[in-house]
């Protein structure tokens, strides 16, 4: 199973805002740390704006922050908004799409049971937890503290 772009970029944008806790930081400051197109950018910031995950501040002085505390922001719970779907094979979204084995197939029960057992591990983490080590740097940006201001 492989994350899209857009979860990826939205799981930066959060480590980045979780990792910069005392300022608002500009999807500049983002796209430029992580090399990411700054429209493309802007639409996962609002989508995580709009899922309550992260506070925007309009004006001269705005930016982003963290809309919870890191504590409260569960990665599969970011991971099952950004993502599409989670078929792991074209057979999950639709019955019997003529597939020979359809009627007495083992393999789509398997597979959603590796899927929940993805996203399970996934819901044990939090942000806070990802970002538990201070001093750490990502690409330069060193990790004051994790707190919600």
């Not at 504590?71 to 989670?86: A, H, L, M, P, S």
């Not at 057992?117 to 004051?144: C, N, P, Y």
């Amino acid at each position: 199973m492989r994350l899209t772009s857009y979860t990826d970029y939205a799981l930066r944008t959060l480590m980045h805002l979780a990792a910069n806790p005392d300022h608002l930081v500009t999807i500049s400051d983002i796209a430029d740390t992580h090399g990411i197109a700054k429209n493309h950018l802007t639409k996962v910031v609002h989508q995580l704006g709009v899922q309550g995950f992260i506070e925007t501040v309009r004006g001269r002085s705005g930016g982003l922050r963290l809309g919870k505390n890191p504590k409260d922001i569960r990665i599969g719970d970011v991971v099952r908004q950004t993502e599409t779907d989670f078929y792991m094979a074209a057979c999950f979204d639709i019955e019997d799409q003529g597939c020979a084995y359809a009627s007495g197939c083992g393999l789509k029960g398997v597979l959603s049971r590796a899927t929940d057992a993805f996203l399970g591990v996934l819901d044990e983490v939090t942000l806070d937890s990802l970002m538990q080590k201070k001093g750490r740097t990502l690409k330069g940006i060193e990790i004051r503290d994790a707190k919600l201001a």
